[in-house]
């Protein structure tokens, strides 16, 4: 009888350990709109990651501001140029960035594509950021369905630049 009590007792205190440790696990809790917009960032450049979620590193809509802030963060192919790697980058962001337009509640959008790459001469860039910043009113006026990637730059604040770091 003290034997089955005893393992009783250890099997509750297993219990309430395993259940305090889990709820101090902190999990970020997706709005629908956030996770359409995840699903975006995975199918567009998930591949470029080892795991699709990785390309994933912030998705946050400020329902406040109603501004959409998009972080995603990839690898480049070792066999694939500059011109080549920019322009695959651009025609998924002008994909990511059909999808926000759907999205009638985002007012501007912030994306950031974080990746380690070399420039031109085959120097590496510690990490590089392209980044779009995009009001409602200029999200509204491209047709994405027509546009050239290339050509994108001109629509928005694009830029490659090594980090801001604080």
Known sequence: MKKLLTIFFLALLIVGCSNEVNSKETTK???????SIVHSVMENFGYRQEFTEDAVKL??????????????????FDDETYDEFKADILDSCATILQDVKRQHEVQEVVLIVETTLEDREGQPIDMAIFNMVFERKNLQKINFH????????????FYIAPPVTM
């Open 29 to 35: 809790i997706f709005s629908e709109l956030e996770q």
């Open 59 to 76: 998705v946050e809509f400020d329902e406040k501001t109603e501004k959409l802030k998009i972080i995603a963060y990839i690898y480049s």
């Open 146 to 157: 027509e546009l050239d990637p290339l050509h994108l730059s001109k629509k928005a604040n």
